[in-house]
């Protein structure tokens, strides 16, 4: 699919040098760049995801009653 993508004159210099040196064009390494990003910032990993909780002084079962509280309607 092509997309339109606008790339400061001084980027795309460096990508120009990039994709000679590296015999590939520069469609390529931003191909290559897209997808390296997208890998890093999804959070499908559980690496990623493990212990990110660890800094709060909440037991997770507290923090999920209190939310619920919060949506609790009194009638």
């Not at 040196?21 to 493990?50: C, G, H």
Request: overall charge negative; proline content about 3%; charged content about 40%.
């Amino acid at each position: 699919m092509r997309t339109l993508v606008d790339i400061p004159e001084n980027d795309l210099s460096r990508l120009t040098k990039m994709s000679k040196t590296r015999k590939v064009s520069r469609s390529q390494l931003v191909r290559n760049a897209v997808s390296r990003f997208l890998q890093e910032e999804e959070p499908d990993s559980l690496d990623k995801l493990f212990g990110i909780w660890a800094d709060r002084n909440i037991d997770g079962l507290e923090y999920q009653e209190q939310m619920r509280r919060e949506w609790e309607r009194e009638y």
